[in-house]
């Protein structure tokens, strides 16, 4: 490991009040010599609730990992629940990507036999089985619940106690033994709900954080072969010619 490595958490919605609170979760995991850098995207949507939002988030993501990729950032967190981009993510960067549910849901599978998943709107509930079914872990999945709390309240206090009271209902429904929480802008409630609910409760946010430190401080980076080798070089047009990958350093 280098004496000091630079994590950058992409936060891929432009609301920057969110990012702040982003950002503070993840400092507070990060170890010495551990440089974490938060950034909202520069273009999309202010939240992700849908797959429109989704697909439209992406753009501002990946113009953000491949600035980080010229300024020598070492490895990236992708901040939304739904795990935007993520493999284009990874095609672009050198070292690793890591999407905030793919980093919960592995940790939450080594703390009991099943987990539930709280999230903000019940429409994305499909998307966060999807979610589990494609990193491997659906038989850890019991549920995903959905609060219908938008993620821009999130950041009201008075929604805590509904937060808590869908995770009590969660475990008791689905048996579960953790809970994962659904959106990064519930990351700072991780005490709070443990306290609440009795059961461990894993923020994405930092999981992510200390998952792309860990294969840092292992020495590891992406593998340039395959299906995740940067994208050859092709011309784009319209509002998306700034992404075309002529000349672009390989």
């Known amino acids: 490991m280098k004496n000091s490595v630079r994590i950058r958490v992409v936060n891929p919605n432009t609301t920057a009040s969110m990012t702040t609170l982003i950002d503070d979760c993840a400092r507070a995991v990060a170890g010495p010599g551990t440089l974490v850098e938060s950034v909202t995207s520069a273009m999309g949507p202010a939240s992700i609730e849908s797959h429109y939002d989704e697909a439209l988030a992406v753009p501002g993501l990946l113009a953000e990992i491949a600035r980080g990729e010229r300024e020598g950032v070492d490895g990236y967190v992708i901040a939304c629940f739904g795990d935007p981009g993520l493999y284009?993510?990874?095609?672009?960067a050198r070292g690793p990507v890591?999407?905030?549910?793919?980093?919960?849901?592995?940790?939450?599978s080594h703390l009991g036999r099943g987990f539930s998943v709280v999230t903000t709107l019940t429409r994305t509930a499909g998307q966060a089985a999807?979610?589990?079914e494609?990193?491997?872990?659906?038989r850890f999945c019991r549920g995903v619940h959905g609060t219908d709390i938008p993620v821009l309240e999130l950041e009201d206090p008075k929604v805590r106690g509904v937060i808590a009271q869908a995770c009590r209902d969660a475990v008791a429904d689905d048996d579960s033994e953790a809970i994962v929480l659904g959106c990064a802008g519930?990351?700072?409630?991780?005490?709070y709900l443990?306290?609440?609910?009795?059961?461990p409760v894993v923020d994405g946010v930092a999981a992510a954080t200390l998952t792309v430190q860990s294969l840092l401080?292992?020495?590891?980076?992406?593998?340039?072969?395959?299906?995740?080798?940067?994208?050859?070089?092709?011309?784009?047009?319209?509002l998306l010619a700034e992404f075309g990958?002529?000349?672009?350093e390989r």
């Open 217 to 238: 401080t292992l020495g590891l980076r992406k593998s340039g072969r395959g299906e995740f080798a940067a994208p050859g070089p092709k011309h784009y047009t319209g």
């Open 245 to 248: 990958t002529e000349g672009a």
């Open 194 to 199: 443990t306290e609440q609910v009795g059961v």
């Open 186 to 191: 519930m990351a700072d409630l991780c005490e």
């Open 130 to 132: 999807d979610l589990a």
């Open 88 to 92: 284009a993510a990874r095609e672009l």
């Open 98 to 108: 890591i999407g905030i549910a793919e980093a919960a849901m592995h940790a939450a």
């Open 134 to 138: 494609r990193y491997g872990l659906q």
